[in-house]
């Protein structure tokens, strides 16, 4: 099998943002603080160039640079957003329910959606660099009631299987789209193999580090792909690899389009 699509890290879209500057308000943090943000896809002011992968619209890899660094208070709605700790400490702060203060380390994740409206901020308060895989999706049905949950992911003891974290699994962190998000991370070389719900559905894996082999495909850190209608997809990965596999039901043009329509003419 090969994929429908490869991304290499060099591929995506590029950002340094700033605290200091026009972007002050936006950015958090003390002078000579600053966000590098790396992006799979086109949203906005993310990479220009492929327009997302399903309802996916948001696949960033973030490093928050100095302290108190990160995202001052700011809105969503009928978004699905969430991060993944690499590295680091975030603390996320959002309006969801009574209001919710979290702070995350490396394995920790969160599912915040927005919904019909809320706010968040996201700091790294401590001198350590943090770093996060961000992912944002639109829900399957609008202005939900904000939520937020959030989950861990022990690196040492759940290795050399592929562990659903995101979705309808035991286990999982609940989520409004018919999508599952699910983490390897490997410590000696093996094959795998991950099947869809459907051939509807679509698989995007993204390597945090390591080497994975799939198709005539060879993916180093921060490469990526994508894959559509295959029944299973199979893969080898090389020792001490850390790969998140994204797996989406794949929405037409036309639905995403109306869909921007009538968020354009809700704001």
């Not at 001198?127 to 939520?147: H, R």
């Not at 797996?247 to 109306?258: C, L, P």
């Amino acid at each position: 099998m090969n994929p429908t699509f490869v991304l290499r890290a060099n591929e995506r879209g590029h950002d340094v943002i700033s605290s200091d500057g026009p972007t002050s308000s936006y950015v958090a943090g003390h002078p000579g603080a600053f966000i590098t943000r790396e992006s799979s896809f086109n949203f906005h002011q993310y990479q220009a160039g492929r327009p997302g992968f399903g309802p996916i619209r948001v696949f960033g890899d973030e490093t928050f640079h100095g302290a108190g660094c990160g995202y001052n208070m700011h809105p969503h709605h009928n978004f699905v957003i969430c991060a993944f700790v690499l590295e680091g400490e975030l603390t996320h702060i959002n309006t969801a329910g009574e209001g919710t203060v979290d702070r995350l380390r490396q394995g920790d994740y969160y599912v915040f959606s927005a919904g019909s409206g809320g706010k968040h901020c996201e700091l790294s308060i401590s001198p350590e660099d943090m770093n996060a895989i961000y992912l944002w999706v639109l829900p399957s049905q609008l202005y939900l009631p904000p939520s937020y949950h959030r989950g861990h992911f022990d690196l040492r003891t759940r290795r050399n299987q592929i562990i659903q974290l995101v979705g309808d699994a035991d286990g999982a962190l609940p989520f409004p789209q018919d999508l599952r998000v699910s983490r390897l991370v490997t410590d000696r070389k093996g094959a795998f193999a991950y099947a869809p719900r459907s051939a509807e559905h679509g698989l995007y894996l993204f390597v945090v580090d390591g080497t994975l082999t799939c198709g005539d495909a060879t993916l180093g850190r921060r490469d990526s792909l994508g894959a559509s209608g295959v029944k299973t997809l199979e893969f080898e990965a090389a020792d001490a690899t850390d790969v998140f596999i994204v797996e989406t039901a794949i929405i037409d043009d036309d639905r995403v389009r109306a869909w921007e329509k009538e968020q354009a003419e809700a704001s």
